[in-house]
């Protein structure tokens, strides 16, 4: 864990592989277990939340 100023928290930042086995958003897969998939960067995957 590290803190980090930006979120005003601590964050994981180190992990063993294998852990995550998919990141959807969206519904659009944009990580596939072992590499980001073509879509990340290339697709507009939503939007940033605003903090309100």
């Known amino acids: 864990m590290i803190y980090r100023d930006i979120f005003e928290h601590e964050q994981l930042v180190n992990r063993s592989d294998g852990v ?9 897969q944009v990580w596939d277990g072992a590499h980001f998939t073509p879509a990340l960067g290339q697709k507009r995957l939503g939007r940033a939340l605003r903090a309100g």
């Open 20 to 28: 995550v086995a998919a990141v959807f958003i969206a519904g659009e």
